[in-house]
């Protein structure tokens, strides 16, 4: 199986920046995308940013020009910096990884646990 360890919410006030990362481990024959989704109290979740292995990589409108993705192959990490945040931006952030664990197998989600990000003065 494949696990997800995440890090770098908090609480941070309107106009900050955080860091988030992403480790992915286990068994992972190919990793076919990295990305970050978000779901606030009382809201469906929703994609953040994506990135492909091939390089493309996508975002909501809703943070295009703030939010930045990015990932280390190597080290199977995928990071999002959150720049110029605001209170709209309060929701917990999950890393989701499309993987395949072995030759021949279909590439399916796994979901971290989630860490909270926080937007308050």
């Known amino acids: 199986q494949v696990q997800l360890v995440e890090s770098g919410g908090g609480l941070v006030q309107p106009g900050g920046s955080l860091r988030l990362s992403c480790a992915a481990s286990?068994?992972?024959?190919?990793?076919?995308?990295m990305g970050w989704y978000r779901q606030a109290p009382g809201n469906e979740r929703e994609l953040v940013a994506e990135?492909?292995?091939?390089?493309?990589?996508s975002y909501a409108d809703f943070v295009k020009g703030r939010f930045t993705i990015s990932r280390d192959s190597a080290k199977k990490t995928v990071y999002l910096q959150m720049n110029s945040l605001n209170p709209d931006d309060t929701a917990v952030y999950y890393c989701?990884?499309?993987?395949?664990?072995?030759?021949?197998?279909?590439?399916?989600?796994?979901w971290g646990k989630g860490t909270l990000v926080t937007v308050s003065s």
């Open positions: 990135l492909t292995t091939v390089g493309r990589t």
């Open positions: 989701n990884v499309v993987a395949a664990t072995a030759w021949g197998t279909r590439a399916v989600d796994y």
């Open positions: 286990g068994s992972i024959f190919r990793l076919d995308a």
